[in-house]
C-alpha cells in the first residue's frame, strides 16, 4: 500500500514576537526545549515513517545534539530552513519519500498523538486536512484608520492550526506553482486551495497552540504533559 507517512515540523523561525534573544523553539517549557516535547510526539507514534525537522542554518548541529540526548525514538533528518516559514517548509518537503505528509509548527508541541490520528485519516478519506478550531470571539475586519467595515459570520470562521496533511505529491505541486507565481501564504493550506484542491477541516484543541508571544508559553507551561498527567 502507498501509504507511508512523513512529518515535516518547521522550527526555523527567529520568534521574533516572543522578544527573547534565544529563538522561542528553543525556550525550555517545563523541562525540555519545545521542539523537543513536538517531535517526542510524533516519533512515538507507529503511523509515522519518515521524520525531517528544519531549523536555521546555525541550529542544525545543536538540534541533532538534542536529539541524541532527548534520545527521539525515531531517526530525524535535521535541515535548514529559509527565510520565511514558506520556504522552510518547501526545503523540508524536499527530504521525504513518503506518500502522506503531515506539516507541523515546531512550536505546537501541545498536540496530541490523537488528533494527529483523525487528520491523518481525515486526509487518506478525502485527500487533504487541516486541524482548525471554531472562533470563539466576534470578528471585525477594521481598515487602516481602525474603523470596522464589516463583521463576517463567526459561525464560518475556524482558527487555522497544524497538522496540515496532504498527498506529498499534491503538496510540492502547491509549493512550486506559489514559488513560480511568487504567491506567499502564512499556512501550506492556503497554497493547496489555490489549486482547486478540497481541503477538510479536523476539529484541533483550544489547547494546540502555536507558542507566539510570552503569555503562551505560560499557558503551555501549565498544560503541558507532566508525569502521569495528560493535557486533555
Ligand atoms: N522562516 C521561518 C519562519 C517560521 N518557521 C516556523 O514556522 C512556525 C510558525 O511560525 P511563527 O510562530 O510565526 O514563528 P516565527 O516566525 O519564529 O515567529 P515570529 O513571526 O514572531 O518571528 C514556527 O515553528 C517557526 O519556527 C520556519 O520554520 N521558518
Ligand atoms: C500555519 C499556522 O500555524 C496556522 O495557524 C500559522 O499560520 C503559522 O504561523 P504564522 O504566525 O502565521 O507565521
Known sequence: MNN????????????SRMGTQESK?????????????????FAAMPEVDEMVMVTGAEDVE???????????????????G??????????????????WVMVHDG????????????????????????????????VKQVNGD??????????????????????LSDLLRAYKEAEQAGFLGTDDSTLVERLGIPVTVVQGSYKNIKITTPEDLDMAALWVKTEGEDIK
Request: charged share 20%; proline share 5%; net charge positive.
Open 146 to 167: 481602525g474603523i470596522i467595515t464589516a463583521t463576517p459570520d463567526r459561525r464560518s470562521l475556524w482558527s487555522i492550526q497544524t497538522p496540515q496533511t496532504f498527498r
Open 4 to 15: 507511508r507517512v512523513g512529518v515535516v515540523i518547521v522550527a526555523a523561525g527567529r520568534g
Open 107 to 138: 512550536v505546537r508541541p501541545l498536540i496530541q498523538p490523537e488528533l494527529v490520528r483523525s487528520c491523518l485519516e481525515a486526509a487518506q478519506r478525502t485527500g487533504a486536512s487541516v486541524a482548525a478550531v471554531p472562533v470563539k470571539d466576534t
Open 25 to 41: 523553539q528553543f525556550l525550555l517549557l517545563r523541562d525540555k526545549p519545545i521542539f523537543i516535547h513536538t517531535l517526542e510526539i
Open 62 to 80: 545543536r538540534c541533532r545534539e538534542w536529539i541524541r540526548q532527548y534520545q527521539i525514538e525515531k531517526n530525524v533528518q535535521v535541515v535548514a
Open 82 to 99: 529559509g527565510s520565511e516559514r514558506q520556504h522552510s517548509v518547501y526545503h523540508g518537503l524536499r527530504h521525504l519519500q513518503a506518500d
